[in-house]
């Protein structure tokens, strides 16, 4: 069963493209008609690659990777905070911090000083200072987490990037190309898809469509993240099962039980061997007797 339909999309408005004048041929399989000099998007299309993207995204998530909306438009913010926090995945609405994905470990150095800040500000080391400074270190607070607050918990590379108008983002999308992580996007009918693994062939700017597709694909992602929960229940059930068989080890004799039956075991030739010659001496004294008779 498909994760939207063609008529939710449809009353949503992602069906409508860019003036023909501004399209990317690059863009053509995924169009439908013109009208009115406007590109109309073929969404039984849309409804098939949403269909693919979300089920490309729920492995990621079920694997425990993590997935990157970015998304820095006015229309798209507040829908891709709300999606993506919902499924407890990274996002980026404010400016989008160039060198983020190839220069990583400098965006983590800026995430560490904000805890650190955040640190010397509930143990008083702050109070010792002027109020001058106290004002400046606030404010540099505010500004790390307005710009990366969302990406806090975000300790390594995502594993895959979200993005909505890939010609805006057209950074992050190069910076994702260069490190191999795949890109999923919706794309407009003025966007170039190339460079996209993962198109959705569909209005970017509309905030009730991208609240539609990201709908279908965060739920996507929730699958995925209680799957991985299942499965690690399960593992750690099957873990104790096996414990607890550990725990009941094959019964073992003890040193004394192993001295006695070593024992028996010699003695038992011995008492073998006495009764044969108990039969042989009578029979060479008889012997005997005889050569002297």
């Known amino acids: 069963m498909s994760r939207t339909s063609f008529d939710a999309l449809l009353e949503a408005g992602a069906h409508f493209g860019h003036l023909k004048r501004k399209w990317n041929p690059a863009m053509a399989p995924y169009i439908f008609m013109e009208r009115n000099g406007i590109h109309i998007i073929d969404l039984h299309k849309t409804v ?74 509930t143990d008083g080391t702050y109070d010792k200072l002027s109020k001058r400074e106290n004002l400046q270190i606030r404010r540099k607070r505010e500004k790390l987490e307005k710009n990366l607050g969302s990406i806090a918990d975000l300790t390594r590379l995502p594993s895959a990037l979200f993005v909505i108008d890939v010609m805006k983002e057209n950074i992050a999308v190069r910076e994702a190309n260069r490190l191999g992580i795949p890109v999923f996007a919706i794309v407009d ?29 965060c739920t996507a992602i929730n699958e995925g993240l209680e799957e991985r929960k299942a499965e690690k229940v399960d593992m750690e059930a099957a873990g104790e099962g096996e414990n607890e068989k550990a725990e009941k080890p094959a019964r073992k004799r003890t040193p004394k039980a192993r001295a006695e039956k070593k024992e028996e075991t010699v003695e038992a030739p011995e008492a073998e061997a006495a009764p044969a010659a108990t039969e042989e001496t009578p029979a060479t004294e008889e012997t005997t007797t005889a050569e002297e008779a």
């Open 189 to 217: 009918t003025n966007s170039n898809p190339d460079n996209i693994d993962f198109v959705i062939p569909a209005n970017d700017d509309s905030t009730k469509a991208i609240d539609v597709i990201l709908g279908a694909v």
């Open 48 to 121: 098939a690659k949403v269909d693919i993207a979300a089920e490309a995204l729920k492995q990621i998530a079920k694997s425990g990777k993590r997935i990157l909306f970015v998304a820095t438009k006015k229309q798209a913010k507040e829908v891709v905070a709300e999606k993506a926090a919902s499924v407890n995945m990274p996002y980026v609405i404010e400016r989008w911090p160039g060198g983020m994905l190839t220069n990583f470990p400098t965006i983590r150095k800026a995430v560490k000083k904000m805890a650190t800040i955040d640190k010397m500000l």
